[in-house]
């Protein structure tokens, strides 16, 4: 299981339009071939930066699956212009002491 961490710098006053844009693409993330689930995060201390985290069942389910599909691209055009800055993607994977408590299962 990988996980890809997202840091999306939105504009300040875009945030609420953001949100619901974001509700209009999740579509075309959670029907890609390895997609097991997410969570969109909004900034406490900064309500402009949010997180999202997209549980994968492997890295090229990501990489080679859904980043040069045509649904990424679109996810992609519904979400640009609400960015303040280009957005920030890396990827982590479980640690033995994460896989027994997962908070996101919850």
């Known amino acids: 299981m990988i996980y890809e961490i997202a840091s999306l710098p939105v504009k300040t006053d875009q945030t609420d339009s953001f949100q619901r844009a974001f509700d209009k693409v999740t579509h075309l993330l959670t029907r890609a071939k390895g997609y097991e689930g997410h969570r969109l995060m909004q900034g406490v201390e900064t309500p402009s930066h949010f997180n999202l985290i997209v549980r994968w069942r ?24 609400y960015f303040a800055a280009e957005p920030v993607v890396y990827h982590v994977r479980a640690t033995d002491s994460m896989k027994k408590t997962d908070i996101f299962s919850a």
Request: aromatic share 8%.
């Open 58 to 81: 492997t890295l090229e389910d990501h990489t080679q699956g859904f980043e040069p599909s045509r649904d990424h691209e679109e996810f992609m055009a519904g979400l640009q212009a």
